[in-house]
């Protein structure tokens, strides 16, 4: 059974950092699209940036370019989150979802989610 579980989530004033961890277990992370999704209330849940396990490559929404960055590491099983500059707006639940990637466009449809990490940022 695959299971995801995010960490590193907080309160943290504007313009500090946070690092987010997604821990996997019950997959190997081999050939894999690994996303970042955020959830305000009352918006939708929106793709944040996205990493493949073959190949390094990395999506970031405009939003956040600039600021976060998305890595990896294989041997732990987990990928991370590093938000930089923080802005109120950031403000969201943060939530790791994976997928198989086959093929060379980011997938639409992730198949394993986490339970998420709340991330607040005040002003």
């Known amino acids: 059974q695959v299971q995801l579980v995010e960490s590193g989530g907080g309160l943290v004033q504007a313009g500090g950092s946070l690092r987010l961890s997604c821990a996997a277990s019950?997959?190997?992370?081999?050939?894999?699209?690994i996303g970042w999704f955020r959830q305000a209330p009352g918006k939708e849940r929106e793709g944040v940036s996205y990493?493949?396990?073959?190949?390094?490559?990395?999506y970031y929404t405009d939003s956040v370019k600039g600021r976060f960055t998305i890595s990896i590491d294989k041997a732990k099983n987990t990928v991370y989150l590093q938000m930089n500059s923080l802005k109120p707006e950031d403000t969201a639940v943060y939530y790791c979802?994976?997928?198989?990637?086959?093929?060379?466009?980011?997938?639409?449809?992730?198949?394993?989610w986490g339970q998420g990490t709340q991330v607040t940022v005040s002003s």
């Open positions: 979802a994976a997928t198989e990637l086959w093929g060379t466009k980011w997938p639409t449809k992730y198949d394993y």
């Open positions: 990493i493949s396990s073959s190949d390094g490559a990395t």
């Open positions: 019950g997959v190997t992370l081999d050939y894999y699209a």
